[in-house]
């Protein structure tokens, strides 16, 4: 099961001190672990969950980001900037990783984050520590690429925020309710015309 899907910005911004990201897109899967804090019989208010639940995934976003930059600063690449329409050229340059969460850091368990850096973009899903990676890096790799075709959001102006119905919709065909899904090569291609069909309204 995967816990959560993330975008979130890995190049530095003028809004953010270095090293910070900023959270963009987020959707958490499964049961809600902060109904109780802390294993305290208090139970959470609306807000409360939701500010934790934000917290959360900012750690995840922080420790994206730190693998990034060491990725990128190891490779020694400099950044390619591609244009609207050059999406599958990103997309093979991409970089990509794996980053091992412990118990506790932020989630009640330990979970394996994968990741994929595009450009100023990072791509990320939580999974639970027994999942298929591999499957989950086909489903990250299928999520990201249609992010970037679809929602074009390597663009100048590009506002993820304001995408954030559509990027549901992807969720909800490639990962429903955070399953990774085994797909042949005729569901796969029965979901991409689903995809299409709905992006092109």
């Known amino acids: ?6 975008i979130h910005t890995v190049c530095p911004i003028n809004a953010l001190a270095p090293g910070e990201s900023r959270v963009l897109y987020s959707r958490v899967f499964g049961p809600d672990e902060a109904v109780f804090h802390g294993g305290q019989q208090r139970q959470l208010t609306p807000q409360e969950r939701r500010l934790l639940s934000a917290e959360k995934v900012s750690v995840v976003a922080r420790q994206v980001h730190s693998a990034v930059s060491m990725c990128r600063d190891a ?11 050059e999406e599958t050229l990103a997309l093979q340059d991409a970089d990509s990783g794996v980053v091992r969460l412990r118990s506790g850091d932020p989630f009640s368990e330990e979970t394996s984050v994968l990741w994929m850096a595009v450009q100023s973009l990072g791509f990320v899903l939580v999974c639970e520590p027994h999942e298929n990676l591999l499957l989950a890096e086909g489903t990250l790799r299928n999520l990201t690429r249609q992010c970037l075709e679809h929602l074009h959001m390597l663009g100048q102006g590009s506002e993820v925020l304001l995408k954030s119905n559509r990027i549901d ?23 991409e015309k689903d995809v299409a069909a709905y992006m092109n309204k």
């Open 1 to 6: 099961m995967v816990r959560c899907f993330i």
């Open 75 to 85: 490779s020694g690449r400099p950044l390619m900037e591609t244009l609207p329409g």
């Open 169 to 191: 919709v992807l969720l909800s065909r490639l990962l429903p309710h955070g399953q990774l899904l085994f797909l042949n090569h005729r569901f796969a291609q029965s979901l």
